[in-house]
């Protein structure tokens, strides 16, 4: 498998990115992590793995400069600028597009909670281009006016014992017209800790990707 350390041009920003590029690769899978996460988050690394060895390709990115995460460290704020983070996401889905490595990939969006919403608006703006999102604990619904616009097939992934995030998935997954899913993962908190809760996660997603990106090689 190629592994590749990048910094990807975005709005006027050089963004970190770690891509795995397995042997005949299916699709590839575009990751937007969550509040105060980064591409090093273990989580979001498990899962990247468990896609890489199901042939998808893997873009870990931080969507934010080092700058700007010390300033969200103090402010919380960026993590919840929502068309911020898309327009980068955007940005980063037209690299994949154009470099040769990941040109002939259909792309997939995974996003954890904020990075979700982001994930969903970057998607709505790339209807032809992105075929498949998957939310692990996501606040979708900060995605607002953008859901009704998303075309790709979602998946929405919950904790069963995340009550208020239920919730607000519950409300977005109305707010969606394209395939849609809501599955809850019973016994699970907000960050899916648990035993066995994200290899479940990790299970889904894989099988959501598989099924959507469609380039099976």
Do not use: C
């Not at 908190?189 to 066995?196: A, C, N």
């Amino acid at each position: 498998m190629e592994q590749h350390a990048l910094r990807i041009a975005a709005r006027g920003v050089k963004l970190e990115a770690d891509l795995a590029l397995p042997a005949a690769a299916r699709g590839i899978v575009l990751f937007a992590h969550g509040s105060g996460s980064s591409r090093f988050s273990p989580r979001n690394r498990e899962m990247a793995q468990q896609l890489n060895e199901a042939r998808l390709a893997t873009l870990l990115v931080d969507l934010l400069t080092a700058d700007e995460d010390a300033v969200d460290e103090r402010t919380r704020q960026l993590r919840f600028d929502i068309g911020l983070l898309a327009d980068r996401l955007v940005d980063l889905t037209d690299w994949l597009g154009a470099d040769e490595r990941t040109a002939r990939l259909n792309i997939g969006y995974f996003g954890a909670s904020t990075g979700a919403a982001a994930a969903l608006a970057a998607a709505a703006q790339r209807p032809d281009t992105v075929h498949a999102v998957v939310s692990r604990g996501g606040r979708p619904d900060l995605a607002k006016q953008a859901l009704a616009r998303v075309r790709a097939p979602t998946l929405l992934i919950v904790g069963g014992n995340d009550g208020a995030v239920i919730d607000l998935n519950r409300q977005a997954l109305e707010l969606l017209r394209s395939q849609k899913r809501l599955t809850i993962v019973p016994g699970a908190t907000h960050l899916f800790e648990e035993s066995d809760a994200l290899g479940t996660v990790s299970s889904l997603a894989r099988d959501w990707f598989l099924r959507h990106l469609g380039n099976q090689l």
